[in-house]
Protein backbone atom coordinates (compact mmCIF):
# COMPACT_ATOMS: atom_id res chain seq x y z
CA UNK A 1 0.00 0.00 0.00
CA UNK A 2 1.45 3.07 -1.14
CA UNK A 3 -1.45 5.25 -1.12
CA UNK A 4 -5.26 5.65 0.59
CA UNK A 5 -7.94 8.22 1.25
CA UNK A 6 -9.86 8.53 3.33
CA UNK A 7 -13.37 10.02 2.56
CA UNK A 8 -14.80 12.10 6.16
CA UNK A 9 -12.83 14.03 9.33
CA UNK A 10 -15.51 11.96 11.99
CA UNK A 11 -14.05 10.02 14.34
CA UNK A 12 -14.01 6.92 12.68
CA UNK A 13 -12.29 8.31 9.84
CA UNK A 14 -9.44 9.31 12.53
CA UNK A 15 -9.06 6.07 13.61
CA UNK A 16 -8.40 4.69 10.16
CA UNK A 17 -5.92 6.88 9.33
CA UNK A 18 -3.69 6.45 12.78
CA UNK A 19 -4.34 2.73 11.52
CA UNK A 20 -3.08 3.02 8.03
CA UNK A 21 0.34 4.98 8.83
CA UNK A 22 0.41 2.45 12.06
CA UNK A 23 0.30 -1.18 9.68
CA UNK A 24 1.91 0.84 6.83
CA UNK A 25 5.18 3.14 8.27
CA UNK A 26 6.29 5.30 4.88
CA UNK A 27 2.11 5.32 3.39
CA UNK A 28 0.45 8.95 2.17
CA UNK A 29 -3.26 9.43 3.75
CA UNK A 30 -5.12 11.68 1.89
CA UNK A 31 -8.20 13.10 3.68
CA UNK A 32 -11.33 14.46 2.04
CA UNK A 33 -14.03 16.18 3.90
CA UNK A 34 -17.47 14.57 3.45
CA UNK A 35 -19.04 18.07 2.93
CA UNK A 36 -15.69 18.85 0.36
CA UNK A 37 -14.63 21.84 2.14
CA UNK A 38 -10.64 23.23 1.96
CA UNK A 39 -9.64 23.51 6.04
CA UNK A 40 -6.71 25.72 6.48
CA UNK A 41 -4.78 23.16 8.26
CA UNK A 42 -4.06 19.14 8.18
CA UNK A 43 -5.83 16.97 10.42
CA UNK A 44 -3.96 14.14 12.49
CA UNK A 45 -2.16 11.62 10.41
CA UNK A 46 -2.43 12.71 7.20
CA UNK A 47 -0.35 14.42 4.45
CA UNK A 48 -2.69 16.31 2.22
CA UNK A 49 -6.18 17.27 1.21
CA UNK A 50 -8.12 16.18 -1.78
CA UNK A 51 -10.96 18.56 -3.21
CA UNK A 52 -13.42 16.29 -4.35
CA UNK A 53 -14.00 12.61 -5.63
CA UNK A 54 -12.61 12.79 -8.93
CA UNK A 55 -9.45 14.23 -7.60
CA UNK A 56 -9.09 10.97 -5.66
CA UNK A 57 -9.36 9.13 -8.54
CA UNK A 58 -6.49 11.28 -10.42
CA UNK A 59 -4.41 10.70 -7.53
CA UNK A 60 -4.48 6.69 -8.31
CA UNK A 61 -4.59 5.66 -4.98
CA UNK A 62 -4.57 1.65 -4.08
CA UNK A 63 -7.77 1.76 -1.88
CA UNK A 64 -10.10 3.99 -0.68
CA UNK A 65 -12.29 4.35 3.15
CA UNK A 66 -15.75 6.09 3.20
CA UNK A 67 -16.12 7.22 6.42
CA UNK A 68 -18.66 10.08 5.71
CA UNK A 69 -22.34 10.08 6.82
CA UNK A 70 -24.31 7.27 5.62
CA UNK A 71 -26.42 9.51 3.60
CA UNK A 72 -23.48 10.39 1.52
CA UNK A 73 -22.23 6.91 0.89
CA UNK A 74 -23.31 6.59 -2.53
CA UNK A 75 -22.30 9.79 -3.78
CA UNK A 76 -18.74 9.32 -2.60
CA UNK A 77 -18.51 5.88 -3.72
CA UNK A 78 -20.35 5.34 -7.00
CA UNK A 79 -17.58 6.82 -9.01
CA UNK A 80 -14.79 5.16 -7.28
CA UNK A 81 -16.40 1.50 -7.90
CA UNK A 82 -16.83 2.59 -11.49
CA UNK A 83 -13.26 3.76 -11.59
CA UNK A 84 -12.13 0.10 -10.50
CA UNK A 85 -10.85 1.59 -7.07
CA UNK A 86 -11.15 -0.97 -4.17
CA UNK A 87 -13.63 0.89 -1.54
CA UNK A 88 -14.18 0.52 1.78
CA UNK A 89 -17.32 1.73 3.33
CA UNK A 90 -18.40 2.15 6.46
CA UNK A 91 -21.35 1.10 8.23
CA UNK A 92 -24.20 1.46 7.04
CA UNK A 93 -23.47 0.71 3.59
CA UNK A 94 -26.26 3.07 2.98
CA UNK A 95 -28.86 4.91 4.65
CA UNK A 96 -31.49 3.60 2.02
CA UNK A 97 -32.43 0.58 0.38
CA UNK A 98 -32.33 2.30 -2.77
CA UNK A 99 -29.34 3.62 -2.72
CA UNK A 100 -28.00 0.35 -1.43
CA UNK A 101 -29.65 -1.02 -5.06
CA UNK A 102 -27.73 1.84 -7.13
CA UNK A 103 -24.33 0.90 -5.27
CA UNK A 104 -25.05 -2.84 -5.73
CA UNK A 105 -25.18 -2.42 -9.57
CA UNK A 106 -22.09 -0.18 -10.44
CA UNK A 107 -20.11 -2.14 -7.94
CA UNK A 108 -21.04 -5.59 -9.71
CA UNK A 109 -20.42 -4.08 -13.26
CA UNK A 110 -17.35 -2.73 -12.75
CA UNK A 111 -16.78 -5.87 -10.95
CA UNK A 112 -14.41 -3.09 -7.79
CA UNK A 113 -13.68 -4.91 -4.42
CA UNK A 114 -15.91 -3.43 -2.04
CA UNK A 115 -16.26 -3.91 1.66
CA UNK A 116 -18.72 -2.62 4.46
CA UNK A 117 -16.88 -1.80 8.02
CA UNK A 118 -19.19 -3.88 10.80
CA UNK A 119 -16.17 -4.36 12.58
CA UNK A 120 -17.59 -6.39 15.48
CA UNK A 121 -17.53 -9.93 13.16
CA UNK A 122 -13.29 -9.09 14.19
CA UNK A 123 -13.85 -9.24 17.93
CA UNK A 124 -12.08 -12.42 19.35
CA UNK A 125 -15.12 -13.54 21.06
CA UNK A 126 -17.11 -13.15 18.06
CA UNK A 127 -15.35 -15.62 16.14
CA UNK A 128 -15.99 -18.13 18.82
CA UNK A 129 -19.40 -17.62 19.24
CA UNK A 130 -19.53 -18.36 15.48
CA UNK A 131 -17.72 -21.93 15.96
CA UNK A 132 -20.36 -22.22 18.99
CA UNK A 133 -23.39 -21.75 17.21
CA UNK A 134 -22.06 -24.00 13.85
CA UNK A 135 -21.13 -26.57 16.16
CA UNK A 136 -24.38 -26.60 17.38
CA UNK A 137 -22.85 -26.51 20.84
CA UNK A 138 -25.99 -25.38 22.34
CA UNK A 139 -28.36 -27.66 20.45
CA UNK A 140 -31.25 -26.43 18.78
CA UNK A 141 -31.63 -22.55 19.40
CA UNK A 142 -35.08 -21.55 20.83
CA UNK A 143 -34.82 -17.60 21.67
CA UNK A 144 -31.99 -15.22 21.12
CA UNK A 145 -31.99 -11.74 23.42
CA UNK A 146 -29.78 -9.14 21.72
CA UNK A 147 -29.36 -5.57 23.82
CA UNK A 148 -27.49 -2.45 23.07
CA UNK A 149 -27.60 0.71 24.33
CA UNK A 150 -25.40 3.89 25.47
CA UNK A 151 -26.25 7.32 26.27
CA UNK A 152 -25.64 9.04 23.25
CA UNK A 153 -24.25 12.20 24.57
CA UNK A 154 -21.73 10.63 25.98
CA UNK A 155 -20.21 9.27 22.96
CA UNK A 156 -18.44 12.25 21.79
CA UNK A 157 -17.78 14.15 25.10
CA UNK A 158 -15.84 16.77 23.19
CA UNK A 159 -18.98 18.10 21.19
CA UNK A 160 -22.73 18.42 21.21
CA UNK A 161 -24.42 14.92 20.40
CA UNK A 162 -27.22 17.60 19.06
CA UNK A 163 -24.33 18.18 16.38
CA UNK A 164 -23.58 14.31 15.82
CA UNK A 165 -24.44 12.27 12.53
CA UNK A 166 -26.31 10.17 15.11
CA UNK A 167 -28.86 12.59 15.81
CA UNK A 168 -29.18 14.03 12.65
CA UNK A 169 -32.23 12.08 10.50
CA UNK A 170 -30.60 14.31 7.30
CA UNK A 171 -27.46 12.74 7.54
CA UNK A 172 -28.47 9.15 8.46
CA UNK A 173 -28.63 8.89 12.32
CA UNK A 174 -31.23 7.25 14.58
CA UNK A 175 -30.47 4.36 16.34
CA UNK A 176 -31.43 1.79 13.60
CA UNK A 177 -28.73 2.80 11.48
CA UNK A 178 -26.28 3.59 13.83
CA UNK A 179 -26.69 0.33 15.94
CA UNK A 180 -26.58 -1.41 12.84
CA UNK A 181 -23.90 -3.65 14.51
CA UNK A 182 -26.68 -6.06 15.87
CA UNK A 183 -28.63 -6.88 13.16
CA UNK A 184 -25.49 -7.22 11.48
CA UNK A 185 -23.74 -9.87 13.31
CA UNK A 186 -27.85 -11.59 13.90
CA UNK A 187 -28.13 -12.16 10.31
CA UNK A 188 -23.97 -13.56 10.58
CA UNK A 189 -24.95 -15.79 13.48
CA UNK A 190 -28.70 -16.91 12.85
CA UNK A 191 -28.90 -16.40 9.31
CA UNK A 192 -31.90 -14.67 7.15
CA UNK A 193 -34.20 -13.02 8.99
CA UNK A 194 -37.23 -12.71 8.49
CA UNK A 195 -40.02 -9.23 10.44
CA UNK A 196 -42.29 -10.67 12.83
CA UNK A 197 -42.89 -6.69 14.55
CA UNK A 198 -41.00 -4.18 15.98
CA UNK A 199 -41.69 -0.49 17.97
CA UNK A 200 -39.65 2.59 17.78
CA UNK A 201 -39.60 5.35 20.08
CA UNK A 202 -38.11 8.81 20.68
CA UNK A 203 -36.82 10.70 24.17
CA UNK A 204 -37.84 13.53 25.36
CA UNK A 205 -35.05 13.07 27.50
CA UNK A 206 -32.73 13.69 24.27
CA UNK A 207 -35.24 15.87 21.72
CA UNK A 208 -34.25 14.41 18.67
CA UNK A 209 -36.21 13.53 15.38
CA UNK A 210 -34.99 10.61 14.95
CA UNK A 211 -35.67 7.11 16.91
CA UNK A 212 -34.03 6.41 20.30
CA UNK A 213 -35.43 3.16 20.62
CA UNK A 214 -36.23 0.30 18.65
CA UNK A 215 -37.25 -3.21 19.77
CA UNK A 216 -37.21 -5.58 17.14
CA UNK A 217 -38.58 -9.25 16.58
CA UNK A 218 -37.65 -11.76 13.92
CA UNK A 219 -37.06 -15.52 13.47
CA UNK A 220 -34.69 -17.26 11.05
CA UNK A 221 -35.41 -20.36 9.27
CA UNK A 222 -34.89 -22.64 11.59
CA UNK A 223 -37.76 -21.24 14.05
CA UNK A 224 -35.75 -19.45 16.37
CA UNK A 225 -37.17 -15.89 17.66
CA UNK A 226 -34.63 -13.37 18.01
CA UNK A 227 -35.34 -10.11 19.83
CA UNK A 228 -33.29 -6.95 19.16
CA UNK A 229 -33.18 -4.07 21.55
CA UNK A 230 -31.09 -0.88 20.37
CA UNK A 231 -31.12 2.37 22.34
CA UNK A 232 -29.27 6.02 23.14
CA UNK A 233 -30.27 5.95 26.60
CA UNK A 234 -28.94 3.72 28.92
CA UNK A 235 -26.18 5.47 31.27
CA UNK A 236 -23.90 2.57 31.54
CA UNK A 237 -23.26 0.45 28.89
CA UNK A 238 -24.47 -2.41 27.76
CA UNK A 239 -23.42 -4.78 24.92
CA UNK A 240 -25.16 -8.74 25.48
CA UNK A 241 -26.06 -11.32 23.23
CA UNK A 242 -28.21 -14.23 25.05
CA UNK A 243 -28.94 -17.22 23.11
CA UNK A 244 -31.03 -20.01 25.26
CA UNK A 245 -30.94 -23.31 23.14
CA UNK A 246 -31.86 -27.14 23.90
CA UNK A 247 -28.01 -27.59 25.84
CA UNK A 248 -28.46 -24.31 27.92
CA UNK A 249 -27.59 -21.00 27.58
CA UNK A 250 -24.91 -18.60 26.55
CA UNK A 251 -24.17 -15.16 27.40
CA UNK A 252 -22.18 -13.47 25.30
CA UNK A 253 -20.71 -10.17 26.81
CA UNK A 254 -19.27 -8.45 23.95
CA UNK A 255 -17.69 -4.91 26.03
CA UNK A 256 -16.12 -7.40 28.35
CA UNK A 257 -15.45 -9.73 25.93
CA UNK A 258 -16.34 -12.47 27.17
CA UNK A 259 -18.96 -16.17 26.49
CA UNK A 260 -20.13 -17.86 29.57
CA UNK A 261 -22.29 -20.93 29.25
CA UNK A 262 -25.30 -21.98 32.01
CA UNK A 263 -26.58 -25.59 32.31
CA UNK A 264 -28.08 -27.41 35.32
CA UNK A 265 -24.91 -28.19 36.55
CA UNK A 266 -22.98 -25.19 35.95
CA UNK A 267 -21.79 -21.84 34.31
CA UNK A 268 -18.21 -21.87 32.98
CA UNK A 269 -16.51 -18.97 31.18
CA UNK A 270 -15.99 -20.54 27.56
CA UNK A 271 -14.09 -17.23 27.07
CA UNK A 272 -13.34 -14.57 28.54
CA UNK A 273 -10.60 -11.36 27.66
CA UNK A 274 -11.68 -8.21 29.03
CA UNK A 275 -8.14 -6.20 28.49
CA UNK A 276 -8.33 -6.82 24.45
CA UNK A 277 -7.09 -3.95 22.66
CA UNK A 278 -10.48 -2.74 20.97
CA UNK A 279 -8.61 -1.07 18.21
CA UNK A 280 -7.52 -4.87 16.94
CA UNK A 281 -11.01 -4.70 15.12
CA UNK A 282 -10.18 -2.11 13.12
CA UNK A 283 -6.73 -2.92 12.04
CA UNK A 284 -8.16 -6.99 11.36
CA UNK A 285 -10.39 -5.42 9.70
CA UNK A 286 -8.34 -3.47 7.17
CA UNK A 287 -5.89 -5.92 6.63
CA UNK A 288 -9.36 -8.24 5.80
CA UNK A 289 -9.58 -6.49 3.03
CA UNK A 290 -6.50 -5.69 2.03
CA UNK A 291 -6.97 -9.59 1.30
CA UNK A 292 -9.83 -9.30 -0.77
CA UNK A 293 -7.86 -6.32 -3.19
CA UNK A 294 -5.36 -9.08 -3.52
CA UNK A 295 -7.18 -12.09 -4.17
CA UNK A 296 -6.92 -13.67 -1.07
CA UNK A 297 -9.04 -15.67 1.40
CA UNK A 298 -11.24 -12.87 3.48
CA UNK A 299 -13.72 -12.82 5.79
CA UNK A 300 -14.75 -9.43 4.55
CA UNK A 301 -18.23 -7.91 5.24
CA UNK A 302 -20.20 -8.39 2.13
CA UNK A 303 -21.61 -5.22 0.47
CA UNK A 304 -24.73 -8.05 -0.61
CA UNK A 305 -25.29 -9.14 3.33
CA UNK A 306 -24.77 -5.01 3.80
CA UNK A 307 -27.76 -4.19 1.58
CA UNK A 308 -29.97 -7.07 3.60
CA UNK A 309 -29.84 -4.81 6.55
CA UNK A 310 -30.49 -1.89 4.43
CA UNK A 311 -33.90 -3.39 3.24
CA UNK A 312 -34.17 -4.71 6.87
CA UNK A 313 -33.79 -1.23 8.13
CA UNK A 314 -36.51 -0.09 5.64
CA UNK A 315 -39.19 -2.54 6.66
CA UNK A 316 -39.11 -1.57 10.43
CA UNK A 317 -39.07 1.90 9.79
CA UNK A 318 -42.14 1.69 7.37
CA UNK A 319 -44.32 -0.86 9.35
CA UNK A 320 -42.92 -0.62 12.98
CA UNK A 321 -45.50 1.13 15.32
CA UNK A 322 -44.83 4.32 16.77
CA UNK A 323 -45.96 4.52 20.70
CA UNK A 324 -44.91 7.98 20.73
CA UNK A 325 -42.42 9.79 22.84
CA UNK A 326 -40.84 8.19 26.10
CA UNK A 327 -41.32 10.67 28.94
Given at each position: ???VA??????????????????????????????E?V??????D?????????????????????????????R???????????????????????????LH???????????I???L?????????????????????????????Q????????????????????LG????????????????????????NS????S?E?E?????L?????????????????D????K?????????????I????????I???????????????????????????????????G????????E??IN???????????????????
Amino acid sequence: MKKVAVIGLGNIATRHRHNLKKLFPGIIVFSMSSSERVLSELVSDCDGYLANVDAIIQEQVDFVIVASPATYHLRHSEKLLAAGIPTFIEKPVTASFDDAKKLHEIAERHATPVAIGYCLRYLPSAKIIKKIIEDKFIGSIYNVNIEIGQYLPDWRPSKSYRESVSASKVLGGGALLELSHELDYAQWLFGELKLVNSVLRTSSELEMDVESLADIIMINSAGSLINIHLDFLQKKPWRQCHIIGSKGRIVWDLIRNEIIHHTRQSSDIIFSDPGWDKNGMYTDMLLDFIAEISGSDNNCVTLESSINIVSLIDKIKETSQCLGEVQ
